[in-house]
């Protein structure tokens, strides 16, 4: 198996960058935003990069728009201006964005593809999230669409193009059609990864820049892993 490669202001995957925004591929375990855990996340070393490579005095500035959950790889974008992360916080919130995922599942989905509808629950106590078939209360409507890209030996590849934006609305919604991600022991699969991370990649994300309007379309290539490179 691959060494863990920690995310430093040296070695940063980045996918784009321009005045307005940076675009990087995330690693596993890389935290987006602090949290309690107290480790340096991305947007502080993105900052750090930043500083460097631009020479700039004091601080630096640097919005986070959205998150990945800390054991998922994938697309990310910070805003690099407070303009583009007011525009771009609208973006996301008004879903003009297109997000597509990868995910590596040990079973077979009831359908070659299929769009879930679920009401998702969420439980702050333990930081999961439940997907019902049926509004409860304090539930949200999640949907998705999957479809099979790949039959592995003993695993499918998963894409997922997601309708909304639920707290661990993939790992909940394909767990609740038995469908458990590698690596996700919080979502029912036996047995933990040895990287500590879970098969589940941001592979694609487009929107329009925030001051340009150009339309951008990224892709991020999934880590290096023997399950991964057969993809």
């Known amino acids: 198996m691959p060494e863990k490669i920690v995310s430093t202001k040296d070695n940063l995957q980045i996918l784009f960058e321009d005045n307005h925004l940076i675009v990087i591929n995330k690693r596993i375990g890389d935290l987006v935003q602090g949290d309690k855990t107290g480790d340096a996340p991305l947007s502080e070393i993105v900052k750090e990069y930043i500083k460097e490579k631009y020479h700039k005095p004091g601080a630096v500035f640097l919005g986070v728009i959205h998150r990945l959950d800390r054991p998922t790889s994938g697309i990310v974008v910070f805003a690099k201006t407070s303009k583009a992360l007011m525009r771009l916080n609208e973006t996301f919130k008004n879903r003009e964005t297109q997000k597509t995922y990868w995910a590596v599942v040990k079973n077979q989905p009831p359908l070659t593809e299929d769009t879930l509808i679920h009401f998702i629950k969420r439980n702050p106590k333990n930081n999961t999230s439940k997907a019902h078939r049926n509004e409860v209360p304090e539930s949200k409507k999640a949907s998705l ?30 767990a609740a059609i038995g469908c458990s991600i590698k690596g996700d022991l919080k979502y029912g699969f036996d047995r933990s990864n040895p990287d500590g991370g879970i098969h ?32």
Request: charged share 25%; proline share 5%; hydrophobic share 40%.
């Open 145 to 174: 669409a999957y479809k099979i890209i790949k039959k592995l030996d003993n695993y499918y590849v998963l894409e997922v193009d997601l309708h909304t934006g639920r707290h661990h609305q993939i790992r909940a919604q394909l």
């Open 200 to 231: 589940l990649h941001a592979r694609k994300l487009t929107l329009i820049h925030p001051v340009t309007k150009e339309l951008l379309v990224f892709e991020a290539s999934p880590p290096n892993d023997v399950l991964w490179n057969g993809v």
